[in-house]
């Protein structure tokens, strides 16, 4: 069974600014929504006067297409930023709704990213504490290449297998360095088993291939003798990936939360635009936060 050592995906995941996101959204929606409460409404003289013009909304203002436009623009970049923004001035209560998705969402990413941290972090120490501990346990952190090389080969191999002099690739092909000196040899000799002359283009060439993808000393790993330590690092990974997957999921999920809310604001404001009996634009305010959609 083959899992992918460290998910690419995770990158969305370790995005500062869903982080910082989380970090207000509570604070930030209730604000927008304590706002939207108290904004001052029109008068009843003007929705009596907006009714008898033929505007069906109870609340409405006069606007000529230059404000009406500013309102569109204005509740539109609102709820792309905020989800709910632009309902809440529009006095909807869909801004509930939104708003609550956000937090909800935000909240969710954040326990799945935490979890997908917490199950990484766990893999690299097993890394460092057993399979590196012989070599270089305080060596670099890989890439997420290295820690899948890591569950794929139960060793990677010496990088030069005799000290000194030119460099003697590993010759056991069931570990990683191994592995790569057979596909070198496959790749640029006639014969992977006949070796040319070591000054020839295709020996210097397959030495160069090795050299580039084998990993060295400093990375070098085994997990011989350690079968209980190996299945822990099987399983952190595969939980890690899990986690930091279910998490892209979710920031998908609240993207998407913030488009509907644009669109639905967009939709909102052009629905509401009439044009009374003089030929002028009328522009609803706002709805009461009875109302029902």
Known sequence: MRITGESRSSALGRSTFWRGRGRYAVGAAWLILSVAAFAPQTSSAQAVAASRAGVSAPMAARSGPGQRSQSLLMATVASAALPGAGQAFLHSRRAFAYAGAEVVGLSVYLVQKHDGDRQRARYRELSRTVARA????????????????????AASGAYDAIAGGAIDPESDPATYNGSMWLLARQTYWRDPNA????SSPEYQASLAFYAKRAVPPEFQWSWAAAA??????????????????????????????????AVDAYVSVRLRARTSADGRASLTAGIPFGSSR
Do not use: C
């Open 228 to 261: 209980d330590g190996f299945q822990q690092y099987r399983r952190s990974i595969a939980g890690s990936n899990s986690a930091f997957r279910r998490a892209e999921q979710t920031a998908g999920l609240v993207i998407a939360n913030h488009i509907l809310s």
């Open 134 to 153: 012989h070599f270089m346990p305080n060596g670099p952190d890989g890439n997420w290449d290295y820690y899948e090389r890591m569950e794929k080969f």
């Open 195 to 198: 070796a040319p002359s070591p």
